[in-house]
């Protein structure tokens, strides 16, 4: 990391188109050490299979929304490679980081934070996850069937409606679930996902606009006006996108046990780590 940021600032040309996914590849390798410094365990030491399964899951569930996003349109790539071979191992690499690099920053915020007490959990009033899986089916639907000049304004939906809609079908399947946390009472690792998905998301966005700053690959941002509270940015992202980014890491969480417990994971990978 250190290394890319020297070569960034002399000018250096690889780096420059490459800097994102160079960043999180360092930074995931940097966080997997210092996870096994501290537990004596870490996806790179003792889960390698897993982590395997766990960049090719990142993959597929960003393509997922790179698909919604032919619709909503609320972000575009820009100094990518133009050969399309060359482009294509670009998105995989930077899409292989996503998933590695939130659950690493979450699992180190959990460890600082998981030393206090357990609090109470409680009982999950019946008929609850049937509503949330009724309501997220809709907030994953509405914005794939309504104009674009609609949809641009409902990636919120997208972001918190697949938390709704999946939580529940991991409960019913024997993958873990945020609502079997909450009954559990296990708040860590639910607060150490919001705070790791926030972390990463001032991550993105600072090497996001180091790109950007450089005519590096880097994306852009087309949300509606009305969103731009005051014209206030992070980076390339307005300010209200950064409340994003801690759902987001929620998300990726379930989606991840999802696909995870449907190829069986608990015979083809092992007992989940995490």
């Known amino acids: 990391m250190v290394s890319a ?17 160079i960043m999180w590849t360092g930074y995931i390798l940097a966080a997997d050490g210092w996870l096994f410094r501290r537990t004596r365990a870490s996806w790179l030491t003792r889960h390698r299979k897993e982590f395997l399964f766990l960049i090719l899951a990142s993959v597929g569930i960003w393509v997922l929304f790179e698909v919604y996003n032919f619709h909503l349109q609320n972000w575009y790539y820009q100094s990518v490679p133009t050969r399309p071979a060359i482009r294509l191992v670009s998105y995989f690499w930077s899409f292989a980081t996503i998933i590695p690099g939130v659950f690493l920053t979450s699992q180190i915020v959990e460890d600082i934070i998981s030393r206090s007490e357990k609090t109470p959990g409680g009982q999950i009033v019946p008929g609850t996850r049937a509503f949330w899986f009724l309501m997220g089916l809709a907030m994953v639907t509405v914005p794939l ?12 939906s997208v972001w918190i409606g697949f938390i709704l809609f999946m939580d529940p079908i991991n409960e019913s399947i024997g993958a873990p679930s945020l609502s079997s946390m909450l009954e559990a009472g296990k708040w860590s690792k639910i607060t150490a996902l919001l705070l790791g998905g926030f972390l990463c ?8 606009f180091q790109a950007f700053v450089n005519d590096g690959g880097h994306w852009i941002y087309t949300v509606p006006e009305a969103l731009r509270i005051l014209g206030l940015h992070y980076g390339q992202m307005p300010a209200l996108g950064m409340l994003g980014f801690p759902p987001f890491a929620l998300e990726l969480y379930i989606m991840y046990h999802f696909f995870r417990q449907m190829i069986e994971g608990p015979r083809l990978i092992g007992p989940v780590y995490w």
């Open 5 to 21: 940021e020297l070569l960034l600032l002399s000018g250096q040309r690889f780096v420059i188109t490459w800097f994102t996914p």
């Open 145 to 156: 069937v309504v104009p674009v000049n609609i949809a641009r304004y409902l990636f919120a």
């Open 201 to 208: 998301g001032l991550l993105w966005e600072a090497w996001n």
